[in-house]
């Protein structure tokens, strides 16, 4: 492997595929560009080539530089997902009817338990309507600017936890454990879309990105 190619490796790791193309066709430019003055100078190949890849910088402090500004594989794959999730309901017409009427469905036989007096079926269906209604919801929303969607993702984690505590009732404190356990990976894809946010101009949102 050539000094380049050594120095390539590091400074792209845990990128994505494209922005490590990104960073080897920049990187490509300025060694050639080093490596053409050396020579010019009269230096050896070899030399010219130690000189120019020198001349790159410490690729590990590189790589730390490109992940603050550059997609990294696994915001890329979060992003990915968020597109595909937003293909698969417009895909299906149906979905855009189904999915808000299944927490109206769930809600309307919360209110026949009550009624015949299963507190605890009615609970269930309760807090199952209602995180129903935020996750089914949100996605038909007009949240198409960075203020409505900080809005609507405020609403959303204070829904959530508010069915969430709903749910363990009294004993939420006690099963605190299980609670974290439940938001861990949600918050997880919440801190890398936030990062995917600042990387990405606007126009390039998804519409999972505002959410």
Known sequence: ???????????????????????????????????????????????????????LGDAKTANCQYRRVLLTSAEARVLRDARWEARVVCSHPSLKWLLPALPLVVLFAASIAFLAGASALE???LVGGVGMMVWFYLPFLPVYTPARGRIARCLKWVALVGTLGLAFG??????SWLLFSCLWPMAWIEWTRISVRRKLPVAEWPKALYL
Do not use: C, F, K
């Not at 009294?170 to 099963?175: G, I, Q, S, T």
């Open 1 to 55: 492997m050539t000094r380049l190619e050594t120095w390539l490796e590091l400074a792209t790791r845990r990128l994505s595929r494209d922005s490590t193309a990104q960073v080897r066709n920049e990187i490509q430019e300025h060694y050639e560009a080093a490596h053409a003055d050396a020579i010019s100078q009269g230096a050896s190949p070899d030399e010219a080539d130690r000189l120019a890849v020198s001349a």
């Open 123 to 125: 609970r269930a269906l």
């Open 170 to 175: 009294p004993d939420a404190l006690r099963w």
